[in-house]
């Protein structure tokens, strides 16, 4: 087990809501990262956190933003939901945030949007 | 910008026998880390190894060994003698360190499509 923990782990919502999605990091991490993953597919970055800052962002619309708190846990938000934002979000933990080192993941969240 | 392919959707096998799976990369970056992770239908990505750039040399652990080849651009991963417990999916990636606006690196995972392993009895 790796200490990563997300919250909730099933959802369901509709179109045009909103969602926030949580996640604690693994002890002494100071970096989460934030991935989507669509059915069938590779998990796809959409942004890193790091000492409460955003440090990098994928391709993602700014509709999809987050937060760090000062014990490193992070959110996740997404505005005005589509169809396709349907998918396993994970959140991954890491002593840095150049990730040369493993990066530890929680079990996701997996969204569905009606 | 990074990518990595494994062209391998799914794989069947049947127990005890070997299974290699192929993971092609692409980089502009002299400096980069590979990964592979397995993925149980629980949804957690299981880290398995970590290989950084600079270090060819091929690692055994287990049933498990990878083949890091720098002139072809593969990491490929082997299970000798495979379990049903193997059975999940595996995933490739890539991490190189990206400068963003603001002038700060951050590194993030490029994954490939992942391939199916399922393990037959």
């Known amino acids: 087990e790796t200490g990563v923990t997300q919250s909730p782990t099933h959802l369901i919502k509709t179109r045009g809501q909103q969602v926030t999605l949580r996640c604690s990091s693994q002890?002494?991490?100071?970096?989460v990262s934030w991935y989507q993953q669509a059915l069938g597919q590779g998990p796809q970055f959409i942004f890193q956190y790091y000492r409460e800052e955003e440090n990098g962002r994928g391709n993602f619309p700014p509709r999809f933003s987050g937060l760090q708190f000062p014990n490193y846990s992070s959110e996740l938000n997404v505005n005005a939901l589509e169809l396709d934002d349907s998918a396993l979000y994970l959140c991954a933990s890491s002593l840095n945030r150049r990730m040369n080192t493993e990066a530890f993941f929680g079990q996701g969240t997996r969204l569905t949007v009606v | 910008a990074q990518k990595v392919t494994q062209a391998q959707t799914e794989i069947s096998v049947v127990e005890k026998e070997d299974v290699t799976l192929d993971c092609v990369y692409e980089?502009?970056?002299?400096?980069?880390?590979l990964f592979w992770y397995k993925q149980p239908p629980s949804g957690e990505l299981v880290f398995l190894i970590r290989r950084n750039s600079f270090d060819e040399q091929n690692e055994i652990s287990g049933r498990y060994s990878w083949n890091f080849q720098k002139s072809t651009s593969s990491f490929n991963f082997t299970i000798t003698a495979s379990q049903v417990v193997d059975s999940a999916v595996y995933f490739c990636?890539?991490?190189?360190?990206?400068?963003?606006?603001?002038?700060?690196?951050?590194?993030?995972?490029?994954f490939g499509q992942g391939t199916i392993l399922t393990v037959h009895p």
């Open positions: 990636a890539l991490s190189a360190v990206t400068t963003n606006a603001g002038g700060t690196s951050y590194g993030k995972l490029t």
């Open positions: 002890s002494g991490h100071n970096t």
């Open positions: 980089t502009r970056d002299t400096t980069y880390y």
